[in-house]
């Protein structure tokens, strides 16, 4: 399955995601833990673009709450999406910046895995 996110009113609303594992191995978000304990001492940022839409690029923000939550912040988010969307991200390399283009949609697309069970079961 695609690493993803499915907006909720609270995502929208109140820029309050749960940075799930999945997201975090994408965007190879690895925390200290060279105590022992795993820390975050400060925000991480990934350069993220909003695909063929005309806006500029956004940073988005990994960073772990005082409780110990992992969560993220995706800004301008609410101008282009609607509750019940499907989020997503692919990888691009432009010269020495590695940016995530941010795919938004009613549905998620299929990945290689899911469309081999498909041929296997549907032919």
Known sequence: MIP???????NLEKFIIDAKKSI???????????????TWEEPIYRVGCYGLLNMDDVLIK????????????????RKVAEVGD??????????????????????????SEQYEQLQERFG
């Open 24 to 38: 975090r191995e994408q965007f190879c978000i690895e925390p200290d833990e060279s105590d022992g304990a795993e």
């Open 86 to 111: 499907y989020v997503w991200f692919t990888e691009a390399v432009d010269g020495d910046t590695i940016y995530y283009t941010i795919h938004i949609g009613k549905e998620l697309p299929f990945d």
């Open 62 to 77: 990994f960073y772990k709450t005082a409780r110990g939550d992992k969560r993220m912040s995706i800004p301008k988010l």
């Open 4 to 10: 993803h996110l499915k907006l909720t009113k609270t």
